[in-house]
C-alpha cells in the first residue's frame, strides 16, 4: 500500500467530525488491505506502533523533529521554529516547506510497510548517538515525501496525529469490512479484542479465519487482557438485591489495578489497568511472585497499596503514586514505600485458562495455589447473605484502610468478562451514603488561561466523561479549584503534547476552552451535586430534553488517574447512575413526546 493513500486517507478522518462517516472511511480503507500492512495501518492510524502494552516509544522530542524538517527542507532550524510558533503545528510547517521545495530527480514512492520499518528503527535506536539516528532516519524520509505525507510523519512522530480514531471504532470497521456488520459479529470481535488486547492479531484471524476462528484467540502470558468492571449501587441493600440475596464481598483495595503474568521460566511481567507495563516500578513483586504460586505459568490480577512496614497499615494512594513511571532512585523509593499486592482473581493457572470459570471456582483455585507473604497476599473476602453482615464488612473494610467493598455474582454465570461492565461485580464506597456517591475520572479536553495569580499559564480546565456507545467524550464541568501551585505548573507539562488548536472529533461540548485538548490525560474531581445543564453534554438528552449533566462545584482531589487511560474514565452511564442516585434530584421536565 501507498503511504499517500494512507494520508489521504487521514486528511479525510481530520475533516469529519461524525462517527459513521468516520467508520465509513476506515471500511473503504482496510477492506482491501491484508495482514501485513492490515495491523501496520491499524496501528498506524492510532499513531502508534504496536499495541500499546508493549510499550514503544519513537522518543523523538520536538526539537529533534525540528532539525530533521530542517535537514530534508534544507530551511535554518530558527526559521522551522518561527514558522511553526506561527501555524501551531510543525507537521502543517514541514507540509508547508515540502510544498516549496523543488526536486530534481523523481523519488521512489513511499510504501506503508517502508515507512513502517522506518518508524520502528527510529524507536529502537538507544544509546549513544541514538538522537542522531533518530534525525538521519525522519530527515531521509522526508527528503522522499510529499507536502502531505511529510505532515502526517512529523505529527506521527511527534504523537499529534489528530485524525480521532480509536479502537472502538476501529473493531465497528472491521466488523464491516470483515463480517457482516452485526451487533453479534461486533460482540465477537470486541471479545477476541478484549482477551488479547492486539488488534492486528484480530484483525489478521478475521481475515484468514473469519469470525469462527476468532475462538482461538486466547490468552498469553505477557499479553494482558483487558480489565473487568464494577457498576455502582445506591446502598448495600440494594448490592444484596442485586445479587439475589448472596455475594461475595471483598474489601475495595484503594490502590493500583495489576495484571501480573508469571511464565514457566523469565521475568514476572506487571501490567497497569490500562496494559501499561509497570514491571521496573514493582521489583519487589517482580522477585516475589513466582515464590508464591505453585502452578504456573499463571496470571492473576490484583491492587498493589501501599504497606507501612511498621504498623502493616495499608496508606493513601498517593504513596503508591510515587513509584508510578519513576527510571531512577527505584531502591530509595522501595524502601521509602514498600507495597503489597492483594490478589483477587486467576485467569490462567498452570497454562490453563480459568477466566471462563464461575467465581467461586476461580476463587478457590487461587486459594489453593497461592501462598501467601509479606508481600503477596489474598484479597480479604466473605460470603455475604444478610444486610447487617454486609453493612459489618463494609465498616471492617473501611477500619482496615479500604475504601469500600467490591460485592462479587457467585451465581453459575459469574465468568471474568474481559473489558466488560456489568452488575457481576458492584462497588460501594464509603462516600456513597451522603451527597453525589462517589468522586469522577474526568478526561481533560480543554484549558482556559488564568488571571489574578494564575496569569499566563492555564487556570481552569474542561473535563469530560466518555460514552463508550457513541464513542466520544461529553464534558460535565470546568474545575480550577483544589489544584496547588505545584501541580498547575506540572499539569502544562502534562498536556503540552495533546494541545490542539480545533475541537478533537470526538469531544462533544457547549463551552469553547482558550485551548483544545486532545483525550488523554485523567484527572478525579469530586463535587456538592450533579446537576442539569444546558451547555455541557453529559447524557445530554436522558433526564430533560436538551439538557446534560453538570458537576456542581468541582473540585481536583489531588489525584492524576495515571492508572486509567481516557476510555477508563468515568463513562457517561456511571454519572447517570450518580445523579439519578443523589438524595435531592432535579424533577424531569415533560419532553413534548411525554405522555
Not at 25 to 30: C, E, F, G, R
Not at 385 to 413: M, R
Not at 506 to 524: F, H, K, N, S
Request: proline share 5%; glycine share 8%; hydrophobic share 40%.
Amino acid at each position: 500500500m501507498r503511504f499517500a493513500d494512507l494520508c489521504e486517507t487521514f486528511e479525510r478522518l481530520e475533516a469529519t467530525p461524525k462517527r459513521l462517516e468516520m467508520r465509513s472511511i476506515l471500511v473503504d480503507l482496510i477492506r482491501p488491505l491484508r495482514p501485513p500492512d492490515l495491523g501496520r495501518v491499524l496501528y498506524l492510524a492510532q499513531g502508534l506502533l504496536r499495541p500499546e502494552y508493549e510499550g514503544v516509544e519513537l522518543g523523538m522530542a520536538d526539537s529533534l523533529a525540528r532539525r530533521a524538517v530542517a535537514t530534508a527542507t534544507h530551511t535554518d532550524d530558527s526559521v522551522v521554529a518561527k514558522r511553526t510558533k506561527e501555524s501551531g503545528d510543525l507537521g502543517t510547517t514541514t507540509g508547508e516547506l515540502l510544498a516549496g521545495v523543488r526536486r530534481l530527480d523523481e523519488t521512489t514512492p513511499l510504501r506503508v510497510a517502508e515507512v513502517y520499518s522506518e518508524l520502528s528503527r527510529i524507536a529502537e535506536a538507544k544509546g549513544t548517538g541514538s538522537q542522531e539516528t533518530k534525525v538521519q532516519i525522519l530527515s531521509e524520509l522526508l527528503v522522499r515525501a510529499s507536502a502531505l505525507e511529510g505532515k502526517f510523519l512529523v505529527r506521527f512522530v511527534l504523537g499529534t496525529l489528530r485524525v480521532g480514531v480509536r479502537e472502538m471504532t476501529i473493531l465497528d470497521a472491521l466488523a464491516e469490512a470483515f463480517g457482516d456488520g452485526t451487533k453479534e459479529t461486533r460482540r465477537q470481535i470486541e471479545a477476541a479484542f478484549n482477551l488479547c488486547s492486539d488488534l492486528e492479531l484480530v484483525a489478521g484471524v478475521l481475515v484468514e479465519k473469519g469470525v469462527e476462528g476468532l475462538t482461538s484467540v486466547s490468552l498469553e502470558v505477557g499479553r494482558p487482557m483487558r480489565a473487568m468492571l464494577a457498576e455502582r449501587e445506591k446502598d448495600l441493600a440494594a448490592v444484596l438485591k442485586r445479587m439475589d440475596g448472596r455475594a461475595a464481598f471483598e474489601y475495595k483495595y484503594d490502590g493500583l489495578r495489576v495484571q501480573a503474568h508469571i511464565p514457566k521460566s523469565g521475568p514476572v511481567r506487571l501490567f497497569s489497568r490500562r496494559l501499561e507495563e509497570i514491571s521496573a516500578q514493582f521489583p519487589e513483586l517482580v522477585e516475589e511472585l513466582p515464590r508464591t504460586v505453585r502452578s504456573v505459568p499463571a496470571i492473576l490480577e490484583g491492587e498493589c497499596v501501599p504497606i507501612d512496614p511498621d504498623t502493616d497499615e495499608i496508606q493513601p494512594f498517593q504513596q503508591v503514586s510515587r513509584r508510578r513511571g519513576r527510571k531512577h532512585d527505584l531502591e530509595r523509593v522501595r524502601d521509602e514505600v514498600p507495597v503489597c499486592l492483594f490478589v483477587f482473581d486467576v485467569f490462567l493457572l498452570g497454562g490453563a485458562p480459568v477466566f471462563g470459570r464461575p467465581f467461586p471456582e476461580r476463587r478457590a483455585l487461587l486459594e489453593k495455589a497461592l501462598t501467601p507473604t509479606e508481600r503477596v497476599r489474598l484479597a480479604v473476602q466473605r460470603v455475604v447473605t444478610k444486610e447487617e453482615d454486609a453493612q459489618s464488612f463494609f465498616d471492617e473494610a473501611i477500619a482496615a484502610g479500604g475504601e469500600g467493598i467490591v460485592a462479587k455474582s457467585l451465581a453459575e454465570g459469574s465468568a471474568y468478562r474481559a473489558g466488560a461492565r456489568g452488575f457481576w461485580w458492584i462497588k460501594y464506597k464509603r462516600e456513597y451514603s451522603a451527597g453525589l456517591s462517589d468522586s469522577i475520572d474526568g478526561v481533560v479536553v480543554g484549558g482556559f488561561q488564568g488571571r489574578g495569580r494564575r496569569a499566563g499559564r492555564f487556570g481552569a480546565f474542561l473535563l469530560a466523561v466518555y460514552n463508550p456507545k457513541l464513542d466520544r467524550f461529553e464534558s460535565f464541568c470546568k474545575v480550577g479549584s483544589g489544584f496547588d501551585d505545584a501541580q498547575l505548573a506540572e499539569m502544562p507539562k502534562r498536556l503540552h503534547r495533546y494541545e490542539v488548536d480545533e475541537r478533537p472529533p470526538e469531544v462533544v461540548t457547549g463551552l469553547t476552552p482558550d485551548r483544545w485538548i486532545r483525550p488523554a490525560v485523567v484527572l478525579e474531581v469530586r463535587g456538592a451535586e450533579l446537576t442539569l445543564s444546558p451547555v455541557h453534554r453529559a447524557g445530554l438528552g436522558a433526564i430533560r430534553a436538551g439538557a446534560g449533566l453538570a458537576l456542581r462545584f468541582p473540585r481536583f482531589t489531588g489525584r492524576f488517574r495515571d492508572d486509567r487511560s481516557a476510555t477508563e474514565a468515568t463513562a457517561t452511564s456511571e454519572l447517570l447512575a450518580m445523579y439519578r442516585s443523589q438524595v435531592r434530584q432535579e424533577t424531569p421536565e415533560p419532553t413534548p413526546d411525554a405522555d
